[in-house]
């Protein structure tokens, strides 16, 4: 509709985007710092946080960034007493996989191999 001073007026009303759940559950989880999702349910539960909702069970709780962020290398303490007398005697074996989430080397697959003797 033209108004008196030349100008055009429209009637236009805010249109939000919709978000689906998982991606909303997703896009807090990373604003707060990738907080555990249990926890990120309950803030949302209580009124915790300014604008969270009450997020429900997310179909996949699994953050690709928290998997590699936990991965670590680290040692275990030697014991104090050897079980075998020679090296290949007792083996110890894990094998799993497919992982969801890749290693920070792509791979999918672990295997664990340690001799009881070393």
């Not at 909702?53 to 928290?66: E, F, M, Q, S, T």
């Not at 005697?89 to 001799?115: A, N, W």
């Amino acid at each position: 509709m033209r108004s008196s001073d030349n100008c055009y007026c429209l009637e236009a009303s805010i249109v939000s985007n919709h978000v689906s759940m998982d991606e909303q559950i997703e896009l807090w989880h990373e604003r707060l710092g990738h907080m555990n999702f249990r926890d990120l349910r309950t803030l949302g539960k209580f009124n915790c946080v300014c604008g969270l909702p009450k997020l429900g069970k997310k179909a996949n709780d699994v953050c690709g960034p928290c998997q590699q962020r936990k991965q670590t290398k680290s040692m275990h303490k030697k014991g104090k007493y050897l079980t075998t007398k020679e090296p290949l005697e007792l083996l110890h074996m894990d094998l799993m996989g497919p992982m969801q989430t890749e290693s920070l080397g792509g791979k999918r697959y672990i295997f664990v191999c340690v001799d009881d003797f070393s």
